[in-house]
Structure formats: structure tokens, C-alpha cells
């Protein structure tokens, strides 16, 4: 959804975008995606999905395959080296939201999967991955000797694909195929990360909670989450179902590229603990690039922006989960400081600043960043009123 006008008394859009519940540009991506092939030197992409616009009125499938083929074209383009990790975001369907369950012989979306197989294969995944992204946007393999990636399909746990009301346990059976191969990881001594565009907390409660089970019982092996679907810079924490003051695991909700709404594009790079022996492969920091598209549009010259390094900017040794569990410790020891202040303004891609965030919404922050499954009653007791 592009913004080219408004009511009158209202400035238009600039030409390079506009944070008024507008998407960004093709010409503003394009630019963004070859700053960072020139720039940047990284061995793969995690890629969590949402390509289509935000016009979810006025699509159509034709129209849905147009923007897959599009964008895709543009990435193998503009890496022509590199392997992307692909999975699949909400908006991809038409209608938006709303992918069929196995059982559902009236409406299937196999013309989805079907060119999703052929696009990330054409982005680098191996053709052994093309059975279950046909079969349902999933798979699995290796990108590293030691590390495993598991592509999900979240839509499928979300309360917004009302097909889910026939079955909202896990129609696809994903989790008992993520927990297979899983077992296998620790069987083989593999390292695994995982990438879906939902992050867990925002799906339905059933699939929710048997997520943060598998989350804490593969806590060893399991050394990094990827999630999209929110536009903002967050985090989230696993905390160990018995010791809940204990934290297992990380989850990444990276910044989006979009603008919708209220946001600076921007994208993270992440430092990874290298490929030797026993790597752990856990996220050892990362960094996140935003254009200021206020100044891009008044000048009309890309202005990019390296926005904060984690580790520098939050005064972290490391980011494990204890150092982020320590690092929200601090946040709740001094809630309207300036340190809280900057996670807000990072949430925005420092479109806003802390100024906007009044103490509620530095507590719903926070409470966000400490809960890991949906409907859980008492993540936050622990975060004062």
C-alpha cells in the first residue's frame, strides 16, 4: 500500500515513503537491499516473510504471486551469493490471514506453497526442503556442519486464520515434526535455530503453550529463535516451566523493513558465534541499520543510520539468556530512566523517543519482553506496578 495523497491540508507522501500507515516504496527497498549486499558481509539471511502491501482488501492470488516473484526476483539479484532462510508471513495468502487446514476440501492454498518451493529454492535452500514447503511452507535443513535451521509456518497458530476454529491444536502437525527433528539435533550433536514470521506468544494458547514445552525441554540444543510479523525491534525471553526466574532460551523479533506504520525501515545484522567444533551457535550480538526517512525525504538522498550495537548500547558482557534476564532486571529497577527510554525509542527504529512512552507503556514493554506463550496470567507478576 503506497500513500500518495491525503485530505487536503495534509502534506502527501514523500517520494522515498511515508510512516502514515504506508508501506515502503519498491525503489526505497531496492536501495536499502543494495546498501546492504555493498556493506554488510554475511554468510546467510534469515528472511521471515510478509511481502505483499498492507491492502488486504484489494488482492487477489495473481496479485499475491506477483509481489513473491517480485521481491525474490530482487533478492537473488541483489545477493546472487547468498543463501536466504526463508519463511512464510500472514500477508502472503488471499485472502490475508486465512490458510486452509488439510481437512478443508472447499478452498486449498497449494498455488502458494507450490511457488514458495520454487522461490526459495531459486534463494538457496536445498531440494530436499520442496516435500514439506509443498505440502505446508515448512522444512528443515542444514547451514552449517552443527546447525540446523527449522522453517515453521506460524500462520498456522494464529487467531487471525479462522480456519483454525475447525482445529486449533496443530493441523499441519508441525510441533511433533519440529519435535522429531529436534531429537535428532541432540542425537547428532546439532546446534539448531528457528524461524517462523509469528512469534509464539502472539498464537493461539494450545499451539502456544506446546511450543514453550518443546522451548524448554530441547533448551541445549535449541540456540536461537527469528520472528518478524510485529514491524518492531523486540525481544522475548523463555523462562524454565518450574523455576520461572530462570531463563532457557531467546527469541528475536527483528525490525521490518516497512514503515507500517510509524517506523523508520531498518534491518539487523547478527553476530553468531562462529563455525568451529562445538560452536553453540548462539547470537553473540547484533547490529540494526535504519534509513531516517524524514531526513531522506527532505534532502532526497538515502540517509542511512547505524543505529545501536545491543552490546555496547545496553552495556551487556553477552547475550545470553541470563544477560538478557539481567538486562530486564535493570530495566524494572529504574523504569522511567533514561536506559528504558532507549529500548522505546529502538522499539521504533527511533521514529519516536522515550518522551512518548509514558510508565503503563514502559510496563506493557517490559511485560512483552517476558513472555513467551500466549494468555499466560502471571508472566508479568514479577515486573512492578
Not at 544477560?323 to 524494572?332: T, Y
Amino acid at each position: 500500500m503506497l500513500c500518495l495523497s491525503l485530505v487536503p491540508g495534509h502534506v502527501g507522501a514523500g517520494f522515498w515513503g511515508d510512516v502514515r500507515n504506508c508501506d515502503l516504496p519498491y525503489w526505497t527497498a531496492e536501495v536499502i537491499l543494495k546498501y546492504a549486499s555493498e556493506l554488510e558481509k554475511v554468510d546467510f539471511v534469515y528472511y521471515t516473510g510478509d511481502l505483499p502491501p498492507h491492502n488486504v482488501w484489494n488482492q487477489s492470488q495473481e496479485q499475491q504471486l506477483y509481489s513473491l516473484k517480485t521481491i525474490n526476483q530482487l533478492l537473488a539479484k541483489t545477493f546472487p551469493n547468498i543463501t536466504f532462510y526463508s519463511a512464510v508471513g500472514n500477508h502472503e495468502a488471499a485472502p490475508c490471514n486465512l490458510f486452509p487446514t488439510p481437512n478443508i476440501q472447499s478452498s486449498n492454498i497449494s498455488w502458494l506453497y507450490h511457488a514458495l518451493a520454487d522461490s526459495w529454492i531459486n534463494l538457496g535452500l536445498p531440494d530436499d526442503t520442496r516435500e514439506t514447503i509443498e505440502r505446508g511452507a515448512f522444512y528443515t535443513t542444514v547451514v552449517r556442519p552443527g546447525l540446523r535451521v527449522i522453517s515453521l509456518n506460524m500462520n498456522y497458530c494464529s487467531a487471525e486464520n479462522f480456519w483454525l476454529f475447525i482445529n486449533s491444536t496443530d493441523p499441519l502437525d508441525q510441533l511433533q515434526w519440529m519435535i522429531n527433528w529436534l531429537q535428532h539435533a541432540e542425537d547428532h550433536g546439532e546446534k539448531v535455530h528457528i524461524i517462523g514470521h509469528i512469534p509464539p506468544k502472539a498464537c493461539l494458547a494450545s499451539f502456544s503453550w506446546n511450543f514453550h514445552k518443546i522451548v524448554n525441554r530441547y533448551e541445549n540444543t535449541i540456540t536461537g529463535q527469528f520472528y518478524g510479523h510485529t514491524h518492531n525491534d523486540e525481544f522475548f525471553i523463555n523462562y524454565d516451566e518450574l523455576d520461572p526466574k530462570r531463563p532457557v532460551s531467546m527469541g528475536y523479533i527483528t525490525p521490518s523493513l516497512t514503515t507500517f506504520s510509524n517506523l523508520n525501515p531498518g534491518y539487523r545484522v547478527y553476530k553468531i558465534d562462529g563455525y568451529y567444533p562445538d560452536s553453540s551457535y548462539w547470537v553473540l550480538d547484533h547490529r540494526t541499520v535504519i534509513m531516517n526517512l524524514t531526513a531522506t525525504n527532505l534532502y532526497n538522498r538515502t540517509i542511512f543510520v547505524d543505529e545501536y550495537d545491543a552490546r555496547y548500547a545496553y552495556q551487556m558482557e553477552n547475550l545470553f539468556p541470563d544477560d538478557w534476564h539481567g538486562f530486564v532486571q535493570r530495566l524494572e529497577n529504574d523504569m522511567d530512566g533514561p536506559l528504558m527510554s532507549l529500548v522505546y525509542q529502538y522499539y521504533t527504529k527511533s521514529y519516536a523517543n522515550g518522551t512518548q512512552c509514558d510508565h503503563n507503556c514502559r510496563r506493557g514493554l517490559l511485560c512483552d519482553f517476558v513472555t513467551s506463550r500466549a494468555e499466560d496470567p502471571h508472566s508479568c507478576d514479577a515486573i512492578p506496578n
